[in-house]
C-alpha cells in the first residue's frame, strides 16, 4: 500500500474540482438554511441551471460562453422566484417538498427524449467548455507543488474557482454582519416576532432564496466547465444531501464554514477510497467481505458512519458554537 | 419621538390624572364612545369553522390610556389582538388606526405605523444576542437593505445610535447586564422583559401586550407594571391583555370584557368588576377569576366558590357512581 500517494491525493482533493464545487453549493445554501432557516431541497437543480445554461447555450445556440453565464443566472433567478412566490408565505414545510420536487422535475426534463435537442437528454453535453479555456492566461505547462500540481487547464479552473469561493465568502461575511443578515437571524429563530417589528418577512425570504440560488448557479458553472461535460444524473436529490452534509460539517451560519466543510468531505472521501482500494490490493480484505468496484459504496457508508459521528460528539459542525445548539431545546 | 422624553418626576402621574378625567364621562356599555380614539373597530367577525371566536361590534380605545382586555380563557382576545395587527385575517369588519384604515394591511405596515405588539407565548429570538433582539426592534435602517448592507459605512453610524438607545432601554429593564447573551438563555420573565423592551426600540404609539406578566415572578411584576405606567407617561397607548385582577385594577385606565368572541362590558376597573355581565361571563366560563378586596368582587367570589363547591361535589357524586 502507498501510503505516499494515497495521503498525497487526499491532500489535492482539498482544493480539488469537487471541493470548489460544493463549496460554492455550500455557500449558497447557507445563505437560505444556514442564515435565514429556509429548507431549500432543490439546491441540485440551482446547480443545473448553470451548468446547463452554458452547455446549452454554446453547444445548442452556438452563442458565446458569456451568453451562457448570463442565461444561467437570469434563469436560476427565474427558478427561485417560481419556487418562493407560492411558498414562502406558508410554513417552512412548504419550500422543502416544493424545492425537492422542482428539482428532480429540472433533472428530469434535461434527460428526458422530448427537450433533448436543447440538453443532450440522458448523456447530457460536452464540447462547450473551449470558450472558457481559450481565456486561460496560463501557457501550457505544469503548475504548483507537491500534491497540488496540476496541468494549465486544471490550473486556470481552479483559480477561477477558488476566486469565486473567496469572493462569494466575503460577500456572505459583508452582508451578514449588517443590519440585512441581522434580519435574515432572526427570521431563523421566529419570523412571527420579525414580522411584528415591522420587516418584510416575505420579501427578505424571497432575497436569500435568490442569492443562495445564484452562488448555487455560480457553482454550476464551475462544474460544467470544470469537468467540460454536463450529464443529468449528476444533479440528483444526492447532490444537495451532499451539500447539505457539507454545510453541517462546517458549521451552518459561519461564513467559512461550508469551504472547510467541502474540503473535509472531499479529503475524507479521497482517504477511504485510497485506504480501501489499498488494502484490497494487498489481499488484507477478504474477497468475500469487499472487492474494488464496491470501494465507491463503501466509502460513503464510512462517510455517513463519520457524520453520525459527528453529528453525535460536535453537533455543532467545525466551526459552529455549541452553546447556541443547546439554546435550541427551550 | 414619544420613547425619548424622560417624564419629569414631578409630572409623574399626570397623564395618568388626563386619562382617568378624558374617560370619566364614558357611558359604561359596550362599546362606548370614546373622546379621542386611536384604534376604532367596527363588526370585526373571526371564524374557526363553526366557532366564532371574535365578534366585535364596536370598539374604541382611547389614546394615552392603559386599556386591559380581560376575559375568560378562549374568550378570543389573542385573536383580537391578533386581527388588529395583522396576523389573522378577519371575515368581516374594519377597523383604524390613528384615522386610516387598518384592515387587511400585513402585519409588518401595521407596526410600521407605530402599533407594535408582545406575543402570549414570548418570542425571544434565542440564537441572537439581548443586544441584536433589541437592535432588530429599530425601524428605519439603512443597513436592512439588501443593496446597503454590504457597505458598512451607510449604516454604522445609525448602528451607532441604535445600540446606545438599545443599551439605554435595556437599562430601564434590567437586562443591561445581559446585553452579549444569547436571548435563549434568558429565564422566562426576562424574556417579558426583552420582548417589551424590544418592541419599544421602535417608538411606538401603540403597545399591546398580550399577557405580560404571565410567569413573572411578583418582585419583576412590580417592576414590569412600572414599565407599563412609565409608557403611558410617555405618551404611549397600552392595550394588554391580563387574568390577574389585582394587576388589571392597578394599572389600568379601562378595561373591555370579552366574552365568547364578544365586548360584554367596558369601564373602569372598579366598576366594570361589579357588573353583573362580567361575573356572568367568567361564571359562565367557569373561571375562577382571581379577586380583589372590594365588596363587590368578594361578593362574586363568594358566588364563584359556591359554584365551584358544587361542581366539586356533583364530580364526587359522579366518580362515586362510576366506583360503585
Ligand atoms: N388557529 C385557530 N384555529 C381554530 N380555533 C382557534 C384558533 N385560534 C383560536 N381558536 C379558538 O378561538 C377561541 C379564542 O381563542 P383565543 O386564543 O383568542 O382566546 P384568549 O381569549 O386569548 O384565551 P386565553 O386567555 O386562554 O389566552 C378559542 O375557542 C380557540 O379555541
Ligand atoms: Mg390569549
Redesign the pocket.
Known sequence: MDIGSILSNALAAAIGLDTIIYALAALGLNIQFGYAGLLNFGQAAFVAIGSYGIASMVTIAGLPFGVGIVVGLLASVLFALLLGIPTLRLRADYLAIATIAASEVVRLLARSNSLGAYTGGSNGLTGFAEGFYDLNPFPAGTYGFGPFQNNERTTWIFLVGWVLVALVALATWAIMRSPWGRVLKGIREDEDAVRALGKNVYAYKMQALVLGGLVGTLSGFVFSLGRAAVQPDNYATAFTFFTYTVLLLGGAARVLGPVVGAAIFWVVLSLTDGLLRGAIAAGWVPDGLMTTTQVGQVRFMLVGLALMLLMIYRPQGIFGDRRELALDGR | MAGDTHAPAAAEGTRKQAATRALADVPRVPGAKKPDPVIVADGVV?R??G?T??SVEHVEIQRGAITALI????????????LLTGF?RPDEGQWSFDGTDLARVPAHKVARRGMVRTF?LTKALSRLTVLQNMLLGASGQKGESLLRAAFAGIWRSQEKANTERALELLGRFKLDTKASDFAGSLSGGQRKLLEMARALMSDPQVVML??PMAGVNPALTQSLLGHVKDLREQGMTVLF?E?DMDMVRDISDWVVV?AQ?KVVAEGPPDSVMADPAVIEAYLGGHHDVSLSDDSAAAELEKTVEAEVEAEIAADEHEKGRHQS
Open positions: 373571526r374557526f369553522g366557532l371566536a371574535v376575559g375568560p380563557n378562549g374568550a378570543g382576545k389573542t385573536t383580537f389582538f391578533n389573522d402570549q398580550d399577557e391583555v387574568h370579552m368572541g
